[in-house]
Nanobody
Framework: QVQLVESGGGSVQPGGSLRLSCVPS????????MGWYRQTPGKEREMVAT???????????NYSDSVKGRFTISRDDASNTVFLQMNNLKSEDTALYYC??????????WGQGTQVTVSS
């Protein structure tokens, strides 16, 4: 079992920035993939960014085309935290953002979600 605690959502104007944080209940080194997903009402949850386990040489990072160049997923091992830095936010980025952890046995765990609203 992995519990995920997210924080950092809020409201921002277009062009602004936010940083989301996710702290899993066990070491991120024991999780195969950490990632961020988002969902808006009436739509399916979509992948935003994912990061596999491993060090900086071996881990694989993937972004959706809609956020590539604007969002950055990263991790801090000392604080056992995964971040999503979101820059140049657009109104279409408005969504409920979920932290995800996928175990080596292919089980998905989800956080409670944190709301991001981009509006002028």
């Amino acid at each position: 079992q992995v519990q995920l605690v997210e924080s950092g959502g809020g409201s921002v104007q277009p062009g602004g920035s936010l940083r989301l944080s996710c702290v899993p209940s066990r070491s991120i080194w024991t999780v195969y993939v950490m990632g961020w997903y988002r969902q808006t009402p009436g739509k399916e949850r979509e992948m935003v960014a994912t990061m596999t386990a491993g060090d900086t040489r071996t881990r694989r990072i993937n972004y959706s085309d809609s956020v590539k160049g604007r969002f950055t997923i990263s991790r801090d091992d000392a604080s056992n935290t995964v971040f999503l830095q979101m820059n140049n936010l657009k109104s279409e980025d408005t969504a409920l953002y979920y932290c995800n952890a996928r175990s080596y046995s292919d089980v998905d765990y989800w956080g409670q979600g944190t709301q991001v609203t981009v509006s002028s």
